[in-house]
C-alpha cells in the first residue's frame, strides 16, 4: 500500500539555525500538507500546498516558515532560523484532488525536531 | 471558526470491554468527521470517517462511530477492546464544503487496554 515517507526520522538542531524536513507524499496525490505537535499538546495545521502554490495556512505559519515542491516527487518545509519552540513533530500529509476520497489525508510518520 | 473537543486524555478498559472514546465538535455547519490513531513511534492513521450519508461508520479494525447532529457529538466505539488497540486516538474535523481542507484536531485519547 502506497505512503507518505519523511525524513529524517529525528533533528537536532541548534536555536537559529535553518532546517529542512522533507517528505514524500503519494505518487498520485496533488494535496500536501504539513502539521505539527507539540510534546504533550493537539496535532496543528501549518500549510496546504496545491498547484505549486499555499493554498490554505494557518496563523503559526510566518514568515519563518516556507514550503516547496523542488521536483516532482518531494515536498519541503523549510524553518529559516529555529526557535526553541519549534521543538515538535512536524507530521506531512497528502491527499487526491477531486476524487470521491478526496477529504482523507494520509499521513507520514513525522520527523521529530528538536531546538537547542 | 471550528473546534473539537475530547472528553478525556487517557481511558482505561480491559480486554474485551466495550470502548468508548468521546468527541464533540463545534461548528456552526456540519463539517467532515474523521477519527485517527496513533500507535507508538507511528503516523496517524485514519481508522473512519463521515462525510455525507449514514451516520453511523464502521471502521477499520472493529471500530465504529455515529454522528449526531443533535448533540454535535463523533464519539468512537467498538464492542470488544484487544490488547492491540492501545494507542493515542484524535477526533478531527475539517470544513471542505468550504473549501477548506485543513484539519482541526482534538488533543487525543490515550486508550490503555488491561489484560
Known amino acids: 500500500e502506497p505512503e507518505v515517507t519523511q525524513t529524517p526520522s529525528h533533528q537536532v538542531t541548534q536555536m537559529g539555525q535553518e532546517v529542512i524536513l522533507r517528505c514524500v507524499p503519494i505518487s498520485n496525490h496533488l494535496y500536501f500538507y504539513w502539521y505539527r505537535q507539540i510534546l504533550g499538546q493537539k496535532v496543528e495545521f501549518l500549510v496546504s500546498f496545491y498547484n505549486n502554490e499555499i493554498s490554505e495556512k494557518s496563523e503559526i505559519f510566518d514568515d519563518q516558515f516556507s514550503v516547496e515542491r523542488p521536483d516532482g516527487s518531494n515536498f519541503t518545509l523549510k524553518i529559516r532560523s529555529t526557535k526553541l519552540e519549534d521543538s515538535a513533530m512536524y507530521f506531512c500529509?497528502?491527499?487526491?484532488?477531486?476524487?470521491?476520497?478526496?477529504?482523507?489525508?494520509?499521513f507520514g510518520p513525522g520527523t521529530r525536531l528538536l531546538v537547542l | 471558526a471550528q473546534s473539537v473537543t475530547q472528553l478525556g486524555s487517557h481511558v482505561s478498559v480491559s480486554e474485551g470491554a466495550l470502548v468508548l472514546l468521546r468527541c464533540n465538535y463545534s461548528s456552526s455547519v456540519p463539517p467532515y468527521l474523521f477519527w485517527y490513531v496513533q500507535y507508538p513511534n507511528q503516523g496517524l492513521q485514519l481508522l473512519l470517517k463521515y462525510t455525507t450519508g449514514a451516520t453511523l461508520v464502521k471502521g477499520i479494525n472493529g471500530f465504529e462511530a455515529e454522528f449526531k447532529k443533535s448533540e454535535t457529538s463523533f464519539h468512537l466505539t467498538k464492542p470488544s477492546a484487544h490488547m492491540s488497540d492501545a494507542a493515542e486516538y484524535f477526533c478531527a474535523v475539517s470544513r471542505m464544503d468550504t473549501g477548506r481542507r485543513a484539519l482541526t484536531f482534538g488533543s487525543g485519547t490515550r486508550l490503555q487496554v488491561q489484560p
Open positions: 500529509a497528502s491527499s487526491e484532488a477531486l476524487s470521491r476520497n478526496r477529504e482523507t489525508q494520509y
